[in-house]
């Protein structure tokens, strides 16, 4: 059996007095697609944004069998974790070259080393290399996207955790977007994918975990939550006719 490359096991977030995040465990392997979904306030952000260390937690969090607590973000960063956020958090007024060279900031890259990983990343987005002089902000939002996909990169990464990674976007970029996360799966990053959009989650991951509340509700393949009548029915736009 394969090892996990992550393992969370009963993860506790609060802010004050409010619990975010209720006991959740949740396990990804190498090579693997996870999607996370659920309703706004599921806790899917404070998920990521505590395995990124980002904010304080209890339980079990480790990371190819190293345990992550007591490291900081450019630590975990370091050992192969990054966020790509839901906001993006591009550096608005500095092109799009200078965005990706930040996103190696952590990794302290010697020169040819930069210069490899930046053509590695224009490979995979032609339009970020035609837009390398250009201002961050004045990119279009798929393009942003890709920039802050492009950014995480940089860093190398074994597992990328995205954040709503269609948020806002038009059908045909979303589908562009995914077919690029499908390939760095090929490439061996592994991918832990927080999606509202559960029909596009489900249909691009190996494996789902449904949160609600905070807590897991479902688990399970990706193919067979797909086929769930509560999620169908909650999620996906339908359900069976004895609903």
Same mark, same amino acid.
């Not at 396990?27 to 990521?48: H, R």
């Not at 390398?132 to 996909?149: F, I, K, N, V, Y």
């Not at 449904?210 to 990706?222: D, I, Q």
């Given at each position: 059996?394969?090892?996990?490359?992550?393992?969370?096991?009963?993860?506790?977030? /609060?802010?004050?007095?409010?619990?975010?995040?209720?006991?959740?465990?949740? /396990?990804? *392997?190498?090579?693997?697609?996870?999607?996370? %979904?659920?309703?706004?306030?599921?806790?899917?952000?404070?998920? $990521?944004?505590?395995?990124?260390?980002?904010?304080?937690?209890?339980?079990?969090?480790?990371?190819?069998?190293?345990?992550?607590?007591?490291?900081?973000?450019? *630590?975990?960063?370091?050992?192969?974790?990054? $966020?790509?956020?839901?906001?993006?958090?591009l550096f608005g007024d500095l092109s799009v070259q200078d965005n990706l060279q930040?996103?190696?900031?952590?990794?302290?890259?010697?020169?040819?080393?930069?210069?490899?990983?930046?053509? /590695?990343?224009?490979?995979?987005?032609?339009?970020?290399?035609?837009?390398? /002089?250009?201002? *961050?902000?004045?990119?279009?939002?798929? +393009?942003?996207?890709?920039?802050?996909?492009?950014?995480?990169?940089?860093?190398?990464?074994?597992?990328l955790m995205l954040d709503e990674p269609s948020l806002g976007l038009a059908p045909?970029?979303?589908?562009?977007?995914? *077919? %690029?996360?499908?390939?760095?799966?090929?490439?061996?990053?592994? %991918?832990?994918?927080? +999606?509202?959009?559960?029909?596009?989650?489900?249909?691009?991951?190996?494996?789902?975990?449904?949160?609600?509340?905070?807590?897991?509700?479902?688990?399970?393949?990706?193919?067979?939550?797909?086929?769930?009548?509560?999620?169908?029915?909650?999620?996906?736009?339908?359900?069976?006719?004895?609903?």
């Open positions: 059996m394969t090892a996990a490359l992550l393992e969370i096991g009963d993860l506790h977030v /609060s802010y004050g007095r409010v619990e975010a995040v209720c006991g959740v465990s949740l /396990s990804l *392997a190498p090579g693997q697609i996870v999607s996370v %979904i659920g309703p706004n306030g599921a806790g899917k952000t404070t998920l $990521l944004a505590a395995t990124m260390g980002l904010l304080p937690s209890t339980g079990t969090l480790r990371f190819e069998g190293e345990d992550l607590r007591g490291l900081d973000v450019e *630590a975990r960063v370091e050992r192969g974790l990054c $966020l790509v956020p839901e906001k993006r958090e930040l996103g190696a900031y952590a990794k302290r890259l010697n020169g040819s080393t930069m210069g490899r990983r930046l053509q /590695s990343v224009y490979a995979l987005f032609p339009r970020l290399a035609e837009r390398r /002089s250009q201002l *961050a902000r004045t990119l279009s939002g798929g +393009e942003q996207q890709m920039l802050a996909l492009g950014r995480a990169l940089m860093s190398a990464p074994r597992l045909l970029i979303v589908c562009e977007i995914l *077919a %690029i996360v499908r390939t760095l799966r090929e490439d061996g990053v592994s %991918i832990l994918l927080v +999606e509202q959009n559960a029909r596009v989650a489900l249909e691009n991951s190996d494996h789902g975990y449904v949160l609600e509340s905070g807590e897991v509700a479902l688990s399970g393949a990706s193919s067979i939550l797909a086929g769930d009548a509560r999620v169908q029915a909650t999620y996906l736009g339908g359900g069976t006719d004895d609903d």
